[in-house]
């Protein structure tokens, strides 16, 4: 019976390529989790350092201008 052992076999295969994949999308979830968290940390330092500043009477003009 050779037959249904050809095709444990790729079933073998298939189900550590998806568990690899797993594994991946994973890692990559995490990372984007740490980015994500980064920019918000730096976003809200940036807004409390225009707060201070502005209160104290200088400005920051944080918005890019065409010519």
Known sequence: MPFPRRKAAARMRVTKALEKKRQECKKLQAKHHELKKKYN???????????????????IDTQTTTM
């Open 41 to 59: 940390t730096k976003i809200r330092a940036i807004k409390s350092m225009k707060k201070r500043m502005q209160r104290s009477g200088l400005s």
